[in-house]
């Protein structure tokens, strides 16, 4: 695949960004491309693999050596049609996805991987613009109904996949706008919405339904679900980790998933009461993942007086760590643009008290060093280091300390069973709850997890719920060990 030497020949290059000082003036996407002629080069690195561990890294199975192999070709027509093959939406997955295919890439052993994310970005970028994506509206319908509940990248793969089969399709979103946490909960300046409307206009005039501000068991009534041949439940993990600390209830402590979620309507002129504001404040992000990042950048163009960072565990590894070798996704330090945007990272620290004044506004945090004892059969213990107690000014605090699982609500009305971790119940492969034609797919029935794995679920679910309408299907699946199947 790609050019037989294109791996020695080549380094790899990624895209840039705009300035620190220039982008934090504004919300939208800053990465400067890379010429058609350096995106040729990349794929050409890709290697001539004996057995391609991509593969295995993408939940969706990519075809990835194939792809990049008619990048190197030039057949970027070709390239789109391969990569739309296994993954409905890459224009997200090319800006969001943490890339596990690159850490389980056979080049990444000895030099760095092929840069297949930014690659699979561009083809699809290339297919908008050359008009190449169009709707694929079923030739016939077989007149069965399915209820998609939740629109994010899980009820929208279902969704697209199920009307292709030939069902009639109804996606219910209780936000005013579709897209689930792609919407709200990630950043204009990681994903601009327009990217999010250009494909939602290919899925409804395709034949789906979208109907959104409706709450499916609180503002619609669930009886009415009875009347659709199959429901798929893909509304996502969103109940959010708070701390057992005192002082939680303090004016200033804030989700991280709120604080987003107001900039981003604000931004698209949504009316928000009391938006949550970092500007002039010392802010605290409490959580060292991804969208403890998303709170940094936008602390930053929020004009933030300070930014501070708590993670409790310890400080990644710069390199790959031992106890995570090839192909496995690693232990590793991750800095994102945001963090490059201005940050003071800590680790190994435990926020004991969320100190107020007498208004009850939040005025400081109090903390302690902590270190992870470890005892060979035994859950690692956090121990406090004496002597390292210090306090931190602080007006705002942003737990960013990611979801414990999926609400209840509907798996209450429905009769669903959860699973210990509250996630709703249904088997990995078959998407089956315990009530016959009710399927769950994506953060609902896994735990908070990737788009990537959203997006396959949904897929691998559309496939299981037209085989239980139709007796068989033609959609494409994978085994559960993430090859590809015959149709």
Request: aromatic letters at 8%; one cysteine or more.
């Amino acid at each position: 695949m790609g050019k037989v030497t294109g791996f020695k020949e080549f380094e790899r290059q990624d895209e840039k960004y705009i300035s620190v000082k220039d982008r934090i003036k504004h919300y939208k996407e800053f990465t400067v491309p890379l010429s058609e002629k350096e995106l040729t080069k990349q794929g050409s690195r890709c290697m001539d693999c004996g057995i391609p561990f991509c593969h295995s890294g993408c939940p969706l199975g990519n075809l990835i050596p194939d792809f990049n192999h008619m990048v190197h070709q030039g057949e970027w027509k070709k390239a789109s049609w391969i990569l739309h093959s296994t993954n409905n939406f890459p224009e997200f997955t090319g800006r969001l996805c943490p890339a596990p295919c690159e850490k389980s890439c056979v080049l990444g052993i000895i030099e760095d991987p092929v840069s297949i994310e930014n690659i699979e970005k561009n083809i699809v970028e290339r297919a908008f613009k050359e008009g190449w994506i169009k709707p694929q509206p079923p030739k016939t319908r077989t007149g069965k109904t399915v209820a998609i509940v939740g629109s994010g990248p899980a009820g929208l793969a279902a969704a697209q996949q199920l009307n292709r089969a030939g069902h009639t399709v109804t996606v219910f979103e209780r936000d005013d706008e579709v897209g689930g946490l792609l919407r709200y909960g990630i950043p204009n300046f990681k994903m601009e919405k327009e990217i999010i409307d250009r494909r939602i206009a290919i899925l409804e005039a395709e034949g789906i339904t979208f109907k959104t501000n409706v709450n499916v068991g609180v503002n619609y009534n669930i009886e009415k679900l009875k009347s659709f041949d199959a429901v798929v439940l893909c509304g996502g993990a969103t109940e959010r980790r708070s701390l057992p600390t005192p002082g939680i209830d303090a004016d200033g402590v804030v989700q991280a998933m709120d604080f987003l979620t107001q900039q981003t309507k604000v931004l698209f002129g949504k009316e928000v009461k009391d938006q949550v504001m970092a500007t002039g404040k010392n802010v605290i992000v409490i959580g060292g993942g991804d969208t403890g990042s998303d709170c940094i950048g936008t602390s930053n163009r929020q004009g933030a007086k300070s930014v501070v960072n708590f993670e409790i565990m310890p400080k990644p590894p710069g390199h790959r760590s031992p106890t995570t070798p090839w192909p496995f996704w690693p232990l590793q330090l991750k800095t994102s643009s945001s963090h490059e945007e201005g940050v003071e990272r800590n680790w190994l620290i435990n926020t004991k008290e969320f100190v107020t004044d007498e208004n009850g506004k939040l005025t400081a945090l109090k903390t302690v060093n902590v270190e992870w004892k470890m005892v060979p059969g035994q859950r690692p213990q956090l121990i406090e280091i004496k002597g390292t107690e210090k306090t931190w000014p602080c007006d705002l605090a942003l737990l960013a300390l990611g979801f414990t699982g999926p609400e209840s609500t509907l798996a209450d009305q429905l009769g669903i069973d959860k699973d210990a971790r509250s996630n709703y119940k249904a088997e990995y492969g078959k998407y089956q709850t315990n009530v016959s034609n009710i399927f769950t797919a994506g953060d609902m029935r896994r735990g908070q997890s990737l788009i990537v794995w959203a997006i396959s679920e949904g897929r691998e679910a559309a496939r299981q719920v037209d085989i239980y309408l139709m007796g068989k299907s033609e959609l494409p699946s994978k085994d559960v060990s993430g090859d590809l199947v015959a149709m």
